[in-house]
């Protein structure tokens, strides 16, 4: 009985120095969180942007991403010109089901078609309606943020550095021989 004691007052001690205490408690539902810049929620699809590639579909670990498109001609820009083939999005999916955001689908994209949108309402009742379209996903695109301002003291990229340098000087020629 001497040891229940004690044990009854500390605990009784310890709520009341929690009772004074601010709480820390986020209303989620009522008050949305304020998340932390470039935060992942989502993936977004800038379906301009697609070329069908593949790239995101073939490097994604878990294959959770769908894509169908089929080749159309397009027809030569001067007379006597050859015709050209372009591929048409026709689905582009992602199962967010098995996606595990790990975000290489962004990272391998060469033509910026992918993007993180820090969206994370987007729960279903049913497994099933976590297979999420184009339209979807294009949809999630208005919510992406403008990526972030280069570093003043950074260097500048090479693209920049290129574009500045003067043109070579003409090779003078040679000896006709």
Same mark, same amino acid.
């Given at each position: 009985?001497?040891?229940?004691?004690?044990?009854? @007052?500390?605990?009784?001690?310890?709520?009341?120095?929690?009772?004074? #205490?601010?709480?820390?408690?986020?209303? +989620?539902?009522?008050? #949305? !969180?304020?998340?932390?810049?470039?935060?992942?929620?989502?993936?977004?699809?800038?379906?301009?942007? /697609?070329?069908?590639?593949?790239? /995101?579909?073939?490097?994604?670990?878990?294959?959770?991403?769908?894509?169908?498109?089929? $080749?159309?001609?397009?027809?030569?820009?001067? !007379?006597?010109?050859?015709?050209?083939?372009?591929?048409?999005?026709? *689905? &582009?999916?992602?199962?967010?089901?098995?996606?595990? +955001? /790990?975000?290489? /689908?962004?990272? @391998?994209?060469? &033509? %910026?078609?992918?993007?993180?949108?820090?969206? &994370?309402?987007?729960?279903?009742?049913?497994?099933?309606?976590?297979?999420?379209? $184009?339209? #979807?996903?294009?949809?999630?695109?208005?919510?992406?943020?403008?990526?972030?301002?280069? %570093?003043?003291?950074?260097?500048?990229?090479?693209?920049?550095?290129?574009?500045? $340098?003067?043109? *070579? !000087?003409?090779?003078?020629?040679?000896?006709?021989?």
């Amino acid at each position: 009985m001497s040891g229940i004691l004690p044990g009854i @007052v500390q605990g009784l001690a310890t709520t009341a120095r929690t009772m004074t #205490r601010r709480t820390h408690t986020h209303e +989620y539902p009522d008050v #949305r !969180p304020e998340l932390p810049p470039r935060s992942r929620g989502v993936i977004a699809l800038l379906e301009e942007n /697609c070329t069908s590639c593949m790239l /995101c579909a073939r490097e994604c670990p878990d294959w959770c991403i769908y894509i169908d498109s089929h $080749k159309e001609e397009i027809p030569p820009a001067t !007379p006597g010109g050859r015709a050209r083939q372009r591929n048409v999005l026709d *689905r &582009f999916a992602i199962d967010y089901s098995l996606c595990m +955001y /790990c975000g290489i /689908c962004v990272e @391998v994209c060469p &033509f %910026d078609a992918l993007f993180w949108s820090p969206e &994370f309402e987007y729960a279903e009742l049913d497994i099933h309606d976590l297979l999420h379209e $184009k339209e #979807r996903l294009g949809q999630w695109m208005a919510t992406v943020p403008p990526p972030p301002a280069l %570093d003043p003291g950074s260097a500048d990229p090479a693209e920049v550095v290129a574009a500045a $340098k003067p043109p *070579r !000087p003409a090779r003078p020629a040679g000896p006709a021989g």
